[in-house]
């Protein structure tokens, strides 16, 4: 019994005195190191983490050279950020390149697995920059710390009432109804359309294999937006860091 309260109080004293120590290397290591995450500060805050939680389950670690480590690491990283600052080199070799997913409204399949996101990931991604509809899109970016960056079509840029003297009452949105070559029946069905309708339209625009289509949506107007499996007459920009 005697030993336990001896371990808790041991426990809650390194808490106490971790704390501090950790919150004053997160911000010596800068916003950075918080916020943005890159390759390189993601791995340090998993050893900062590991190092600390170690420090505070094991009465048995010894308290002073955690305290050591947690500075040493707090040093390296500084002096690899600013490594990383000073030498473009460095930089890129110790983190992720951008990656385009979406070109004029269509998405690059190949991009997607290289990455391993799925069109799930980035559509939900794009309804958080308020984009509902892939059509709109001129270019989007996977950021080397897994942002999505996205640049709409000039015609689809936001306006102000100053701008067109009008009053926008509706508002861009559609719905996937194929994704990998999979046809989502109910979607048809909510916008009272069938799958003639949807064979006829692929059709029209030249697909006639619905395994073809990599993602194909339908907004409110009954326009089908389509993107192919293999996307071959789309110039990708060069996005580099």
Do not use: C
């Amino acid at each position: 019994m005697i030993e336990f309260v001896k371990d808790t109080f041991l426990v809650l004293g390194r808490i106490f005195t971790i704390i501090p120590l950790l919150l004053f290397i997160t911000l010596f290591m800068g916003k950075r190191a918080i916020g943005e995450l890159p390759i390189f500060d993601f791995l340090i805050i998993v050893i900062l983490g590991a190092v600390v939680g170690a420090d505070i389950a094991d009465p048995d670690i010894k308290h002073f050279p955690t305290a050591i480590a947690i500075i040493s690491i707090g040093i390296f990283q500084r002096i690899i950020a600013n490594w990383k600052i000073s030498n473009r080199k460095v930089g890129r070799l110790l983190t992720f390149e951008p990656t385009v997913v979406i070109q004029d409204g269509k998405f690059l399949n190949n991009n997607l697995k290289r990455i391993r996101y799925s069109i799930d990931n980035v559509l939900q991604m794009l309804r958080e920059k308020n984009v509902f509809d892939i059509s709109e899109v001129e270019t989007a970016i996977i950021e080397p710390n897994g942002a999505l960056s996205v640049l709409k079509k000039t015609q689809k840029h936001p306006v102000t009432l100053e701008d067109m003297n009008i009053i926008k009452t509706t508002s861009t949105i559609s719905f996937p109804i194929i994704i990998e070559g999979t046809m989502y029946s109910s979607v048809l069905k909510d916008l009272n359309l069938d799958e003639a309708w949807l064979q006829q339209q692929l059709i029209h625009q030249g697909v006639s294999d619905i395994k073809k289509v990599f993602f194909a949506s339908i907004n409110r107007k009954n326009q089908l937006h389509i993107s192919l499996k293999d996307e071959n007459n789309i110039t990708v920009p060069p996005i580099k860091h």
